[in-house]
């Protein structure tokens, strides 16, 4: 199935620092990472179009920073689509035993209550989950970074799972 977006569309990106990537700062306002990359492919791919695209990223966010601004940095918008990156930071918090951790049921749970949010008040909108990843070519067995290669795949696997929701 092929998803377009049509002129005159919004589309909101939401997330953690993969999605800031300097939004906030030098390259205000869309960053320079992936939502840079969509915006500048969109526009080379079809200029006659007028969408609208808001970043709405902040480094170090957790699932549960989004639901609390959720109500501030989504719902004023007249979103068509949605997309969502989050994760890394719940799960680099849950393996360091941190102290504001969420676990992955808390997190599955807040997920969907932030979906069933969305799409109560955006019926129509598109959304698209880009799952938590990481990319590492760490071989030692005992480091930080192979713990989390090694635990992803289950995170994702047992709770992340939730585009039944959408």
Same mark, same amino acid.
């Given at each position: 199935?092929?998803?377009?977006?049509?002129?005159g #569309?919004?589309?909101?990106?939401?997330?953690?620092?993969i999605t800031d990537?300097?939004? $906030?700062d030098?390259?205000? +306002? @869309?960053?320079n990472? &992936?939502?840079?990359?969509?915006a500048?492919? *969109?526009? @080379? $791919?079809?200029?006659?179009?007028k969408?609208?695209?808001i970043?709405?990223g902040?480094?170090g966010n957790k699932?549960?920073d989004?639901?609390?601004?959720?109500?501030?940095? %989504?719902? +004023?918008h007249?979103?068509?689509?949605?997309?969502?990156?989050?994760?890394? !930071?719940d799960?680099?918090?849950?393996? !360091? #035993?941190? +102290?504001?951790?969420?676990?992955? !049921?808390?997190f599955?749970s807040v &997920?969907?209550?932030?979906? %069933?949010?969305?799409?109560k008040?955006?019926?129509k909108?598109?959304?698209?989950?880009?799952?938590?990843? &990481?990319?590492?070519t760490?071989?030692?067995?005992?480091?930080? $970074?192979? #713990?989390?290669?090694? @635990?992803l795949p289950? %995170? @994702? !696997?047992?709770?992340?799972r939730?585009? #039944? *929701?959408?």
């Amino acid at each position: 199935m092929v998803l377009k977006i049509k002129d005159g #569309q919004t589309i909101l990106f939401i997330g953690d620092s993969i999605t800031d990537c300097g939004r $906030r700062d030098a390259a205000c +306002p @869309l960053g320079n990472g &992936y939502v840079k990359f969509f915006a500048d492919f *969109v526009t @080379l $791919r079809e200029p006659e179009k007028k969408i609208s695209i808001i970043n709405k990223g902040i480094g170090g966010n957790k699932i549960t920073d989004l639901q609390c601004r959720w109500s501030d940095d %989504v719902f +004023p918008h007249k979103i068509d689509w949605l997309s969502i990156k989050i994760g890394i !930071n719940d799960l680099h918090a849950t393996l !360091n #035993q941190a +102290p504001d951790a969420v676990p992955p !049921n808390i997190f599955k749970s807040v &997920y969907n209550d932030i979906l %069933v949010r969305t799409k109560k008040k955006f019926p129509k909108c598109g959304i698209l989950l880009i799952d938590p990843f &990481y990319i590492s070519t760490e071989k030692s067995d005992d480091s930080f $970074r192979k #713990q989390v290669l090694e @635990l992803l795949p289950t %995170v @994702l !696997n047992r709770y992340i799972r939730i585009s #039944q *929701v959408i």
